[in-house]
T-cell receptor
């Protein structure tokens, strides 16, 4: 049973370009969480999605950032017109549909570097 | 989610037992206490979860007093590979939409 898969592992973009980060949750999981982490800091909640629905996006910047979790395929975190301040590690986590107090399963993250 | 407070950093030596305490004064009745471990350049990994008293697994023990306003993660006989950031989370995943991580405790194990 494969774990949470994130790709790419590293992504380099120039200012003004778009970044697309992908997250495939564990098999059977229908809840996805995205977090951002700056060096030497904790994880900052961005968005929580269920299949085809955004449940809580209170941690997402209002502009340039969007997330989706379609019925088929991975969850996508999209950052338009990237700036240097977007450079960070982005982690996603998944949990099962029944939402017991099960643990979250995290991917290895995508390290975004904006030049 | 209940707010948590834990030490920013700790140092210990190989072979020692390490105890990291987390304060969560406003824990709710249905909240669970969960600890995660994060190595550099990796996502957090679940260590242990408990509701009350004591929980033990192959990695750690979790001690929770009767009032549940704090908890202590205990790592027996640590090694250099236990150097990581440890996060304490308190909440009810069945109710909470956000699952918030604090800054965690940076544990350095010295030879």
């Amino acid at each position: 049973n494969a774990g949470v898969m994130q790709n790419p592992r590293h992504l380099v973009r120039r200012r003004g370009q778009e970044a697309r980060l992908r997250c495939s949750p564990m098999k059977g999981h229908s809840h996805v969480y995205w977090y951002r982490q700056l060096p030497e800091e904790g994880l900052k909640f961005m968005v929580y999605l269920q299949k085809e629905n955004i449940i809580d996006e209170s941690g997402m910047p209002k502009e340039r950032f969007s997330a989706e979790f379609p019925k088929e395929g991975p969850s996508i975190l999209r950052i338009q017109q990237v700036v240097r301040g977007d450079s960070a590690a982005y982690f996603c986590a998944s949990s099962p549909p029944e939402r017991t107090n099960e643990k979250l399963f995290f991917g290895s993250g995508t390290q975004l570097s904006v030049l | 989610l209940a707010k948590t407070t834990q030490p920013i950093s700790m140092d210990s030596y190989e072979g020692q037992e390490v105890n990291i305490t987390c304060s969560h004064n406003n824990i709710a009745t249905n909240d669970y206490i969960t600890w995660y471990q994060q190595f550099p350049s990796q996502g957090p990994r679940f260590i242990i979860q408990g509701y009350k008293t004591k929980v033990t697994n192959e990695v750690a023990s979790l001690f929770i007093p009767a009032d549940r306003k704090s908890s202590t993660l205990s790592l027996p006989r640590v090694s250099l590979s236990d150097t990581a950031v440890y996060y304490c989370l308190v909440g009810d995943i069945t109710r909470d939409d956000k699952i918030i991580f604090g800054k965690g405790t940076r544990l350095h194990i010295l030879p």
